[in-house]
Every structure is written in structure tokens, then in C-alpha cells.
């Protein structure tokens, strides 16, 4: 694949998994535009997931020990936004099951393209929320479970669509961007396993481009947490539904022109 196809698709990962235009939409995109085959691809993505785990884990890193701490210590707080991120998964975990294969059909540019689009609606909707400071509830973590279940879809947004359900039932930004991130550490973890099940053999498998993918996404990924952040505190998050409706549309435009 090459150095720079490692770095850029990793960068690629690293910026887009956490902003709200879609990590898996991008991938499917520039690996049609490189040419890069399934198995190396399917390989690949493992390690540029793991890359955006590290980052997010790293960033949260405090957060974490702490929750952790409050679950050894039996706080009855830490112990319920834990089962919180539990039940998040669920739904999650059933869609990727049940239906990877299925999933696995969609992944070409017209779907992606598709899919961006309705990414782009979701994340527009983002600018007529208002915070209410409610507390989070399990009905609350359910309805974001399943907003997190659909962004397994190629093209849509798993951070458009958990942080737009998140402000869309009320909950303050800040906590928003948090819950989102700590979702994503078990659906990373899920999503890696899911990859490594079509993994037949690692022959030709050059080691460098898979290290500097994952150093690259972590990287890369650890500054976008920090930078969506603070555009969501800024009131900036919706504008991102404008890039993913252009890139929706060209690649729509670019597929339709290339298979005629």
C-alpha cells in the first residue's frame, strides 16, 4: 500500500471517527480512489480503529481511572454510567452481528454517498437543539443506543449521530461529547473484532503501513477529539452537515459519471 496511502488513510480515520462526517464513509471512498484490496483493507482497518481507541482512551485517560475507581469503590454514579455505556452497546452489538454481512454490501461509493447525505441532515439538526440540563436516564442512553446502532451504516456518522440524539433530548454539550466518546471505546472494540473475522491470511502484509496507520489515527485522532470539542461548545457542530453534504454529492456525481 505505501507509506503515504498508511498515513493518509490513517489520518483520514483519526480526524473523521470522531468528527461528524464519518470515519467508515471515508475509508470506503479513498480506498476505491487507491485501489487498495479487501483483505489488506479489512487488516487495515483494524489497526486504524485501535489508533483512534488509543486516542480516545489517552484523552479520557483521567475520566476512565476515575470511573473505574468509583466502580471498585461501588459509587452508585459510576456504577450506573457504566451500565449507561453497557446498554448503549446493545444495540450496536445487534446490528453488527446480525446483519455484518449485509452491512459489508453497502460498502461502495453510491451508498456512501447516500448515507452522507442523511449524515449531513442528522448533524444539521444539531443547530435548533437547546440544552435543558437534564439527567441522563436509561430511556435517554436507550434512544442514543440506537442512534449509535444506525451509524453502522457506511457513510453515517457514529459522532453526528449519538451527539445530535444526545442534544436533541437535552443533554448539555460537554456531556454530549463525552458519552459519545466513551460509546465508542466498546463499538471500536466490537467493530475491530468484526474486521478481524474476514482476515484469512497476513501474507504480503507489509507491517510498516499497518504500525504507521495506527500511530498516525492516534495521533491524528487525539487532536480532533480536543478540536470537536471545542466546536460544539462554540455552537459549531452543525456546520459540519454542510462538508458531508458536498462530499455526499460529488461522489454521487463522480460514481454516476464513472459507470457510464
Known amino acids: 500500500m505505501g507509506f503515504f496511502s498508511s498515513v493518509l488513510l490513517g489520518a483520514v480515520q483519526g480526524i473523521t471517527e470522531f468528527l461528524p462526517i464519518s470515519s467508515s464513509g471515508h475509508l470506503v471512498i479513498l480506498k476505491d ?76 461509493i453510491e451508498w456512501v454517498s447516500y448515507f452522507l447525505l442523511i449524515t449531513g441532515l442528522v448533524v444539521f439538526l444539531s443547530k435548533f437543539t437547546k440544552e435543558k440540563e437534564i439527567k441522563l436516564n436509561y430511556l435517554d442512553i436507550m434512544v442514543i443506543g440506537f442512534s449509535q446502532a444506525i451509524a453502522i451504516l457506511p457513510g453515517i456518522s457514529r459522532s453526528g449521530m449519538t451527539i445530535t440524539a444526545a442534544l436533541l433530548l437535552g443533554i448539555n454539550r460537554n456531556e454530549a461529547s463525552k458519552l459519545s466518546f466513551f460509546m465508542a471505546i466498546p463499538a471500536i472494540l466490537g467493530a475491530t473484532f468484526l474486521e478481524m473475522v474476514h482476515i484469512n491470511s497476513l501474507e504480503s502484509i507489509n507491517v510498516m503501513d499497518l504500525i504507521t496507520g495506527f500511530g498516525t489515527a492516534a495521533i491524528i485522532g487525539y487532536f480532533s477529539i480536543s478540536w470537536l470539542i471545542k466546536l460544539i461548545n462554540k455552537l459549531h457542530f452543525w456546520k459540519f452537515s454542510f462538508y458531508a453534504w458536498s462530499v455526499g454529492l460529488i461522489m454521487l456525481i463522480w460514481d454516476y459519471y464513472g459507470n457510464n
Open 33 to 108: 480512489l487507491l485501489n487498495i484490496e479487501t483483505q489488506y483493507g479489512f487488516l487495515f482497518n483494524i489497526f486504524v480503529h485501535l489508533g483512534t481507541l488509543v486516542a480516545i482512551i489517552y484523552y479520557y485517560l483521567d475520566d476512565i481511572k476515575g470511573l473505574l475507581k468509583g466502580i471498585l469503590l461501588k459509587e452508585k454514579k459510576s456504577i450506573t454510567y457504566l451500565l449507561f455505556i453497557i446498554i448503549a452497546t446493545l444495540p450496536v452489538a445487534f446490528v453488527g452481528i446480525i446483519f455484518n454481512n449485509r452491512i459489508k454490501a453497502l460498502n461502495n
